[in-house]
């Protein structure tokens, strides 16, 4: 898979000591508060799984899975839920977990669906997050790492349903889409 690649962006050892830092944080914001981890599937699942075990502390695991209405690869900001939260999260302190924020509107929809449910608070941890995002209403409490805005994969993001068990993220070759 890693030959497919024209660069890496991020190896693996570079995620598990951000992952970590990002663990540190969220331990020092949420003392004393239950926290609930909801992760956005399907390209959350690796995140999720790695921060979850750097916390140091108890945390409950929810997850939703989101489509954009319509075809083609930009986000249309019209998000219909394919599986919803089990859990109740009024009154509680949410963290969405997602692998990349793009364009903003996935995570702008989200965060105002998931408020309109009276949980305490709403905060986003994303790994990777592009340029054009930073220009969305979005308060994004935790970012692993700014990255330019080129297509990436690995570390649960696909192109095609693949790259997703890839350890590291980094461009696709053009002979890929070939
Ligand atoms: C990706 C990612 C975010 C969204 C970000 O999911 O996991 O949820 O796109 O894009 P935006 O900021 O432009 O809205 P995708 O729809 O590719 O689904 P997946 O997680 O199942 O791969």
Not at 101 to 113: A, F, P, Q, R
Request: one cysteine or more; proline letters at 2%; a negative charge.
């Amino acid at each position: 898979m890693e030959g497919d690649l024209t660069r890496v962006l991020v190896t693996e050892d570079q995620i598990r000591v951000r992952l970590g830092e990002l663990a540190r944080e969220i331990e020092r914001d949420y003392t004393g508060r239950d926290l609930l981890l909801v992760g956005v599937l399907r390209g959350a699942v690796m995140v999720m799984a790695d921060l979850a075990r750097s916390l140091e502390r108890h945390v409950e695991m929810d997850w939703m899975a989101v489509s954009s209405y319509g075809s083609g690869t930009t986000s249309s900001g019209v998000v219909r839920i394919l599986k919803d939260l089990d859990s109740d999260i009024t009154g509680r302190d949410v963290l969405v977990v997602e692998d990349i924020i793009d364009t903003g509107l996935t995570l702008s929809w989200l965060v105002s669906n998931l408020s309109s449910r009276g949980p305490s608070s709403v905060s986003i941890c994303t790994l990777l997050r592009k340029p054009e995002a930073q220009r969305m209403a979005v308060d994004v409490g935790y970012v692993g790492f700014e990255i330019p805005d080129e297509f990436v994969v690995g570390y649960g993001l696909d192109y095609a349903e693949r790259y997703r068990n890839l350890r590291c993220i980094g461009t696709l070759a053009p002979h890929v889409y070939t």
